[in-house]
């Protein structure tokens, strides 16, 4: 209990402050941050949802004309991201997979006029998508937030420490 009337304590207590204050001030001004910039990404979570209904209506087409293993990245992707919702790469694998089966459909001879159709349209809702993706606000903030944000003093240093993580950004 003597060190504790110490001016040696009094430093390290000082100093455990500062460590500490520093921490919790970088982590919840990050946080704020971070959570209003994620409140606008209602709009590019909807686009994604539609994504995948757009995917999964194509597989339920090209079945009727691909093999199980010509679709197999596109099954795969769709069962992926319904496991796991939140994972950035899978929405664009997903789109690439989905593009690539549009593009074998459209060497496929035997495809129905009423199909042709449907295909077009996934492919025009596919382009759309990913361009009403690239322009939301959100896509600009997070970009913003990963780029300048974190990547400025005291928060490249500091972000990792406190958990902060650099925010989704969808293509």
């Known amino acids: 209990m003597e060190f504790l009337k110490t001016k040696r304590a009094g430093a390290l207590v000082l ?3 500062v460590v500490f204050g520093t921490l919790y001030g970088s982590h919840r001004s990050l946080t704020t941050v971070a959570s209003k910039i994620t409140a606008q990404n209602e709009m590019v979570l909807k686009d994604l949802q539609t994504r995948v209904g757009v995917a999964e209506n194509l597989y339920t087409v090209a079945k009727r004309y691909l093999s199980h293993e010509e679709l197999a990245a596109l099954r795969s992707d769709l069962d992926f991201l319904a496991a796991n919702g ?5 929405y664009a694998d997903l789109t ?4 690539g089966v549009l593009f074998q459909m459209a060497e496929v001879d035997e495809v129905t006029e009423p199909d042709r159709k449907y295909l077009s349209g996934f492919s025009a809702q596919l ?3 990913v361009s009403t993706i690239a322009r939301d606000p959100y896509t600009t903030l997070a970009e913003e937030f990963n780029t300048v944000v974190l990547q400025r003093f005291p928060a490249n240093v500091l972000h990792d420490l406190t958990g902060v993580e650099e925010l989704p950004v969808y293509q």
């Open 127 to 129: 382009e759309s998508g």
């Open 15 to 17: 100093a455990m402050s």
């Open 86 to 90: 939140n994972d950035v790469m899978a």
């Open 96 to 99: 690439s997979a989905a593009q």
